[in-house]
């Protein structure tokens, strides 16, 4: 299939995506190659290319979801996402010796709207498994962030595993008010009512944003996807969501995927994660074949005690093998 065929949004051409891709891909290997030199003069110098890691690996997924990636790809690859903030956030709680840091600052928009995305992203994909960890980049080690508030607590409370707070604040009061009022009606069409206003003030009332008009650049446009409408859409089971089509910013592929989805029994969302997967660096914990997106999903043989490859310069940043069991 085409470039242009495949592709998610209409702004997106063929070579503004390749331009993207690989400036993103270098700037991330350099923030890499900088993490093992010393501290600079500047303090925080390892903490913003940590940050910068996180943020480029996020970006990255979006520009391949917008591309047309693959979505049964994209399940694997989100987890990149995750580790990326993880690594963040572990130089944040060393920097300050404060356990309860946010990666994500969810008191400002640069915060508030990836983590947003992130929450929804593990519905619609499937991975409710990292829910746990998506929680704890803004809960804190002593949970002291959690429950700030109410359209979060909401979203991460459909994830029975979590023990989640009351609260009647919300941070993002412009353009999310709406679509936390579709999770407080039992009635589908009110609340489809409610995601279809959110979603028509949504680009608008987000004009601060970092990523807003990217796509008048030769780079730097990544995708505008309101994960967050989608993930509100299957959570609350609406049937018909076709009147939201209108908006490109609405995810519906994603959504329709999330509805018709059956993991198997060994699934990677079911599976145990501490017999499943290895990050490139760590010793390899068990004698099997083993693939990562970052291989293009190809099998590899490793032995138990190797230390596991990175693969370089692969286009999602990470290298994170997963056992075939």
């Not at 980049?137 to 009351?166: F, H, P």
């Not at 028509?200 to 505008?224: E, T, V």
């Amino acid at each position: 299939m085409d470039f242009d065929n495949k592709k998610r949004q209409q702004f997106l051409t063929e070579t503004n995506f390749h331009a993207t891709r690989d400036l993103t891909l270098r700037v991330l290997q350099r923030q890499k190659n900088n993490l093992s030199k010393p501290e600079g003069a500047d303090e925080g110098w390892h903490l913003s290319m940590w940050f910068g890691i996180a943020e480029g690996t996020f970006n990255n997924f979006i520009l391949s979801y917008t591309a047309g990636e693959s979505i049964e790809q994209l399940r694997y690859t989100l987890e990149n996402v995750i580790v990326s903030y993880e690594n963040y956030l572990q130089a944040l709680v060393e920097q300050s010796s404060d356990p309860n840091e946010m990666a994500f600052p969810i008191r400002s928009f640069d915060g508030y709207c990836p983590y947003i995305g992130l929450i929804s992203l593990c519905f619609l994909l499937h991975r409710k498994d990292l829910l746990p960890r998506v929680a704890r980049l803004v809960d804190g080690e002593d949970e002291e962030n959690a429950g700030e508030d109410v359209l979060i607590e909401e979203m991460l409370a459909y994830d029975d595993s979590l023990e989640r707070y009351e609260t009647d604040v919300i941070l993002g009061v412009k353009p999310y008010r709406p679509l936390f009022r579709a999770f407080c009606t039992q009635d589908k069409n009110e609340s489809l009512s409610k995601i279809n206003e959110f979603l028509k003030s949504w680009y608008k009332d987000l004009a601060a944003a970092p990523w807003h008009d990217s796509h008048l650049s030769d780079d730097g446009y990544f995708g505008y996807w309101a994960f967050e409408a989608g993930a509100a859409v299957y959570l609350l089971g609406i049937e018909d969501d076709s009147s939201l089509y209108e908006y490109l910013y609405y995810p519906k592929d994603l959504v329709k995927f999330a509805k018709e989805f059956v993991p198997e029994a060994n699934d990677i969302s079911v599976s145990k994660q501490e017999h499943l997967r290895c990050e490139a660096g760590q010793i390899c914990p068990r004698t099997g074949e083993w693939y990562s997106p970052a291989n293009n999903m190809e099998k590899r043989h490793f032995k138990q005690g190797e230390v596991m490859p990175e693969i370089k310069n692969n286009p999602w940043g990470l290298t994170i093998w997963y056992l075939i069991e």
